[in-house]
């Protein structure tokens, strides 16, 4: 069950990254995606949850909704709010902010027992599912936080180009359509797409960062990495001049 000693500060934002035990995969089939996008939402809450009993609740709502008009109201007493996240096939990454004392300290114990049960049953095994301890950095200030808000919605351009952190992005434009079509994040809903609008509060972001600035965010990172990546193709072809030329004298 992933912890972690350190204590969280209330209204301070947190980025964690939780990682399966040896990098296995922790998200096999679609199946699986959606019951982390499902343990993101309902674990975060203050009260015991009891997954069977709440997809019933859901269930009746859906039908209700159905026959009139009306919202679902949100009885969960909230540990943290979500501000942003992405799951990976072996790691998820998540932006928190704290609203209830050891709010991320209970959220990520909640979802590391429910999503790692739910785990073990499906694929008859035991034990550990994720790593014992969750990675956590403090978010120190605005541009920290506009980092780490593209960091988190760009990782899944690894998918497609492995090693691009490292030696940049070969093709932007695919790399900016693939993560907005990618659905197992919160960028689509932040594109006003609705995804997974009930998971992430957003509310606030609109004054923080700027409403409708999001993929201006994105797209200027990703292209500053596909600069990253001309330059190492231009350095490499002047390596290969200066080996010619050796070979030729």
Known sequence: MPYRKQHFENEQTYHVILRAIDNNLLFKDEND???GIFSIYEFNNANPVTIQKRREERARFKKSRERVSTTEVDKRERLVDVLAFCLMPNHLHLLLKQIKDYGITKFMM??????????NRKY?????VFQNRFVDVWIDGLDHFKTIFVYIHTNPVALIEPKWKELGVLDSERAIEFIE???WSS???????????????RDFLDDLIGAGSYSMLVNAWINEKKKLRQMFSFLEKIKVAQNRERVST
């Open 181 to 183: 079509s990618y659905k």
């Open 124 to 128: 008859h095994r035991k034990g550990h």
């Open 110 to 119: 909640k979802v590391g027992a429910g999503f790692g049960g739910y785990f």
């Open 187 to 201: 960028y689509q809903d932040y594109l006003g797409k609705y995804n997974f609008p009930s998971v992430t509060q």
């Open 33 to 35: 995606y959606y019951r």
